[in-house]
C-alpha cells in the first residue's frame, strides 16, 4: 500500500536517499562506478538542492509506504534546447523492492497531469543507455526520439529521450 503527495521540503532528504540507492542499484555497470559513489558521498549535497527545488517550485511528487518515502518524480520546463516548448519528467524513481506494485506508473500520471495543468502538450524523459525503465517509458506511451549526450562532472553518459504528449 502506498500513497502519492506533493512534496515538502522535510522530504529532501528521504528523496536524496532514493536517488541514490537507485544510482547504485539501476545504474551500476551503465555508469562509472566513481560516478555512482561520488554521488552517494555528495548525499547532504543532493539532499540540500532537492530542497532548494521543492522551495522553490514545488513540483515534486513522491510515493510513501508506512510513512517512508519508496519513490519520487520530478518535473518542470525541459532543459534540452531541443524540445524548448516541452515540459519533462527530470527523475522518476521507485526503490527496487517497491518496483512492480504500480507506483511508476502513479508518480508518471501524476507528473502528466501536472505538466497538462502548467500549460504543456508534450514532454520529454531522458532514460540512460542501457537501463531497463526504456520499457516502462515505452509502455506509458512514450515515442524515442534521439540520444542525447549529458554530462555528469566530467563524465558523458548517453540517455535516450521519449517524447510523450499530454
Same mark, same amino acid.
Not at 14 to 32: E, F, N, Q
Not at 45 to 70: K, N, Q
Not at 120 to 149: M, P, W
Given at each position: 500500500?502506498?500513497?502519492?503527495?506533493?512534496?515538502?521540503?522535510?522530504?529532501?532528504?528521504?528523496?536524496?536517499?532514493?536517488? &541514490?540507492?537507485?544510482?547504485?542499484?539501476?545504474?551500476?555497470?551503465?555508469?562509472?562506478?566513481?560516478?555512482?559513489?561520488?554521488?552517494?558521498?555528495?548525499?547532504?549535497?543532493?539532499?540540500?538542492? &532537492?530542497?532548494?527545488?521543492?522551495?522553490?517550485?514545488?513540483?515534486?511528487?513522491?510515493?510513501?509506504?508506512?510513512?517512508? &518515502?519508496?519513490? #519520487?518524480?520530478?518535473?518542470?520546463?525541459?532543459?534540452?534546447? @531541443?524540445?524548448?516548448?516541452?515540459?519533462?519528467?527530470?527523475?522518476? %524513481?521507485?526503490?527496487?523492492? #517497491?518496483?512492480?506494485?504500480?507506483?511508476?506508473?502513479?508518480?508518471?500520471?501524476?507528473?502528466?497531469?501536472?505538466?497538462?495543468?502548467?500549460? %504543456?502538450?508534450?514532454?520529454? &524523459?531522458?532514460?540512460?543507455?542501457?537501463?531497463?525503465?526504456?520499457?516502462?517509458?515505452?509502455?506509458?506511451?512514450?515515442? @524515442?526520439?534521439?540520444?542525447?549526450?549529458?554530462?555528469?562532472?566530467?563524465?558523458?553518459?548517453?540517455?535516450?529521450?521519449?517524447?510523450?504528449?499530454?
Amino acid at each position: 500500500m502506498y500513497k502519492l503527495r506533493h512534496a515538502e521540503s522535510s522530504d529532501a532528504l528521504a528523496i536524496a536517499i532514493v536517488t &541514490v540507492y537507485t544510482w547504485k542499484t539501476a545504474y551500476s555497470g551503465l555508469m562509472p562506478d566513481a560516478l555512482i559513489d561520488n554521488r552517494i558521498a555528495s548525499l547532504r549535497d543532493v539532499a540540500t538542492t &532537492v530542497r532548494t527545488r521543492i522551495e522553490e517550485t514545488g513540483s515534486y511528487w513522491i510515493a510513501e509506504s508506512d510513512g517512508c &518515502v519508496v519513490g #519520487f518524480c520530478c518535473l518542470g520546463p525541459s532543459r534540452d534546447t @531541443f524540445y524548448e516548448a516541452a515540459g519533462e519528467i527530470y527523475a522518476l %524513481y521507485v526503490l527496487t523492492g #517497491f518496483q512492480g506494485l504500480g507506483i511508476g506508473g502513479a508518480l508518471f500520471s501524476a507528473a502528466r497531469k501536472e505538466l497538462a495543468d502548467k500549460g %504543456y502538450s508534450e514532454f520529454v &524523459v531522458n532514460c540512460l543507455v542501457g537501463n531497463s525503465a526504456s520499457d516502462f517509458y515505452t509502455k506509458q506511451g512514450g515515442d @524515442f526520439h534521439r540520444i542525447r549526450t549529458d554530462r555528469y562532472g566530467d563524465t558523458d553518459v548517453d540517455e535516450s529521450v521519449f517524447v510523450f504528449s499530454v
